[in-house]
Nanobody, 122 residues
Framework: QVQLVESGGGSVQAGGSLRLSCAAS??????MAWFRQAPGKEREGVAA???????SYADSVKGRFTISKDNAKNTLPLQMNSLKPEDTAMYYC??????????????????WGQGTQVTVSS
């Protein structure tokens, strides 16, 4: 059974850090990513990683967020530093068996978690 479970969300002041994690089960996914969606806004790709070694970040998070993949544990950590109020959103983990390159296009992913809320106060 395909299942993605996010954890690590919470509330933090601007400049602080949070570490999200996505636990995957049912398959070892080659392609995984983090997306976010704030109220009234479109879903936005944050960071993606693929088994070919490629990584992609949204311009808004470059230098602040780091995505990695723990293949042994089948988890997808996202380290978020220097958080800003505009980072406030529901964060979703997404996965697919094999896309072939890191992509921030949400339509490329078939499997999604339920999300974890991140709130950054000024």
């Amino acid at each position: 059974q395909v299942q993605l479970v996010e954890s690590g969300g919470g509330s933090v002041q601007a400049g602080g850090s949070l570490r999200l994690s996505c636990a995957a089960s049912g398959y070892t996914y080659s392609s995984m990513a983090w997306f976010r969606q704030a109220p009234g806004k479109e879903r936005e790709g944050v960071a993606a990683i693929d088994s070919d070694g490629s990584i992609s970040y949204a311009d808004s998070v470059k230098g602040r967020f780091t995505i990695s993949k723990d293949n042994a544990k089948n988890t997808l950590p996202l380290q978020m530093n220097s958080l800003k109020p505009e980072d406030t959103a529901m964060y979703y983990c997404a996965a697919d068996r094999r896309i072939g390159f890191a992509t921030l296009r949400w339509t490329a992913f078939r499997y999604w978690g339920q999300g974890t809320q991140v709130t950054v106060s000024s």
